[in-house]
């Protein structure tokens, strides 16, 4: 299935190349534009359903995501399981469920994401989980380009697996090669 998910990332032009500032802070020569692949419903829905279909007996109860692009992730995931799907915003130096949003104590709860690189975002988003004593029992990604595995203490899939380096900023190559740096998402 690699090779079919990384053909639609193809179609949708959505494996950007270049010198790009990730959000976790590390440079790297590749960018996955996930919004390349959000805008078509078809991909969005074909990718997403490698997910529910990987958690589908997890018995799962909610599907929770960060904001912006987990957010579309999280709804369709959710739809195809047929539960609630819900997203954490930045406050402060966490993320939190606002908006009306809560997790039942107990509650089973999938954590998707769009592209893990450093897990940030789903670390985030698993600790907002367990402050409203939540049960997350597994984590679903479009893209895993993570350079060691990641851990989170429950299963995670990812839909794509793709090794490409990183760098920090004062080791990046692609600064000494003085190639523009591009900025492309923010969060």
């Not at 053909?7 to 790297?28: D, M, P, V, Y």
């Not at 539960?83 to 949003?101: H, L, M, W």
């Not at 039942?104 to 789903?122: A, K």
Request: overall charge negative; hydrophobic content about 40%.
């Amino acid at each position: 299935m690699a090779d079919n998910t990384e053909a639609i990332f193809q179609e949708a032009g959505a494996l950007l190349k270049g010198h790009f500032l990730l959000t976790s802070g590390r440079h790297s020569p590749l960018y996955w534009e996930k919004f390349r692949i959000l805008q078509y419903p078809h991909y969005t829905e074909r990718l997403c359903r490698l997910i529910s279909e990987h958690f589908r007996e997890q018995r799962i109860q909610v599907i929770a995501g960060p904001t912006t692009g987990g957010i579309i992730l999280a709804f369709e995931v959710a739809r195809q399981l047929g539960v609630r799907g819900i997203f954490a915003e930045k406050e402060g130096e966490k993320r939190a469920f606002r908006r009306g949003f809560t997790i039942n104590p107990g509650e089973r709860v999938l954590v998707v994401d769009d592209i893990l690189t450093t897990g940030g975002s789903i670390r985030e988003v698993i600790a907002a989980v367990q402050e409203l004593s939540g049960m997350v029992v597994g984590v679903g990604v479009l893209v895993d380009r993570s350079e060691q595995p990641a851990e989170f203490g429950v299963p995670l899939f990812s839909c794509l697996r793709s090794m490409v380096e990183t760098y920090d900023a004062q080791d990046c190559p692609l600064c000494a090669a003085h190639v523009p740096l591009v900025k492309p998402g923010s969060s």
